[in-house]
């Protein structure tokens, strides 16, 4: 029996309808036409038509996910980055919306999760703690060197 596809239009319709619920990038949607079973030529037609009338913007929606992650999922920057490339977004919108990221912000966004995990810690042995915290943090996506200086200054092992 033969996959039934799609028509282009119930695909582009679909797709327009998802992206004015949330903001979608471009392998969002591939991925959504694929599981549609549109056809495969359809798909570069769709997303043509998405970002041509505005409802995919890459540069907009990696605004939004790094601003997000960081704000609500409290990620550091090497897990945002590591992320949106895999949803295939240029390297260069990655980094310039990362770079929007104010430092007394990131600074402090990790402070409050190093002080958060702290208090959750039963260990008491201070290079056990510390080494937790320094694992429990670069899973966020934390750079470890700037972990480590921020480890340094907490009095509370």
């Known amino acids: 029996m033969q996959k039934k596809h799609i028509t282009y239009q119930k695909a582009l319709n679909k797709a327009m309808y998802l992206c004015s619920k949330a903001e ?6 591939r ?3 694929f599981d ?12 043509n038509e998405l970002e041509k009338q505005l409802f995919i913007d890459e540069e907009r929606y990696t605004n939004f996910y790094v601003r997000d992650k ?21 390297e260069k919108l990655i980094d310039e919306a ?7 912000e990131y600074l402090e966004m990790l402070k409050n ?17 510390k080494t937790r915290l320094l694992r429990f943090t670069s899973g966020r ?16 092992f």
């Open 70 to 90: 960081f704000k609500f999922n409290k990620w550091g920057k090497i897990k945002i980055k590591a992320m949106l490339l895999q949803k295939q977004i240029p």
């Open 31 to 33: 991925k959504k036409l």
């Open 24 to 29: 979608k990038c471009k392998s969002d949607i």
């Open 36 to 47: 549609w079973k549109a056809k495969p030529e359809d798909h570069i037609k769709v997303i």
């Open 98 to 104: 990362i770079d929007k990221i104010k430092q007394e």
């Open 141 to 156: 996506g934390f750079e470890p060197n700037i972990i480590l200086q921020l480890l340094e200054n907490i009095k509370n």
């Open 113 to 129: 999760v190093i002080n958060q995990k702290l208090k959750q810690i039963k260990e008491t042995d201070p290079y056990k703690k």
